[in-house]
C-alpha cells in the first residue's frame, strides 16, 4: 500500500513500506495522541492548499505490528496500491 498526502508547497508526497493503515478524524481543536517520536504534522503546510473546513486525520502506519510513522493531515488523503491505483479517499 502507499498513501498520498498534500504537503509542503501544494505538493504531493508518497509514504509507503508499511502493511497496515489506522486513521481517525479529529475534532476541530482536538491534539492528537502522539504515539511515537517522528509524528509529521503537516497541517500547517496545506493551509494555503486545503479548506480548514476539511476533518484533520491523525494517521498511522504500521509495519510488523509496530507504528511505524504517524502523520497528522487533513482529508483528502488517499490510499493506492502498489500499482499506484487509489484503492480509498479518506
Same mark, same amino acid.
Not at 476541530?28 to 486525520?57: M, R
Given at each position: 500500500?502507499? *498513501?498520498?498526502?498534500? @504537503?509542503? $508547497? !501544494?505538493? &504531493? ?8 493503515? %489506522?486513521? #481517525? ?7 492528537? @495522541?502522539?504515539?511515537? !517520536? #517522528?509524528? &509529521?504534522?503537516? @497541517?500547517?503546510?496545506?493551509?494555503? $492548499?486545503? +479548506?480548514? +473546513?476539511?476533518? %484533520?486525520? =491523525?494517521?498511522?502506519? &504500521?509495519?510488523? !505490528? +509496530?507504528?511505524? /510513522?504517524?502523520?497528522? +493531515? ?5 490510499? *493506492?496500491? =502498489? #500499482? !499506484? %491505483? /487509489?484503492?480509498?479517499?479518506?
Amino acid at each position: 500500500m502507499i *498513501l498520498k498526502v498534500l @504537503t509542503e $508547497h !501544494g505538493e &504531493w508526497e508518497l509514504f509507503d513500506n508499511f502493511d497496515r493503515l %489506522k486513521y #481517525n478524524e479529529l475534532g476541530k481543536d482536538e491534539k492528537p @495522541t502522539v504515539y511515537i !517520536g #517522528n509524528c &509529521w504534522d503537516v @497541517t500547517e503546510y496545506q493551509k494555503a $492548499h486545503i +479548506s480548514e +473546513s476539511n476533518k %484533520k486525520l =491523525n494517521i498511522l502506519l &504500521w509495519r510488523d !505490528g +509496530s507504528i511505524a /510513522t504517524q502523520i497528522i +493531515s487533513q482529508q483528502p488523503v488517499y490510499v *493506492l496500491n =502498489n #500499482n !499506484g %491505483k /487509489t484503492i480509498e479517499k479518506i
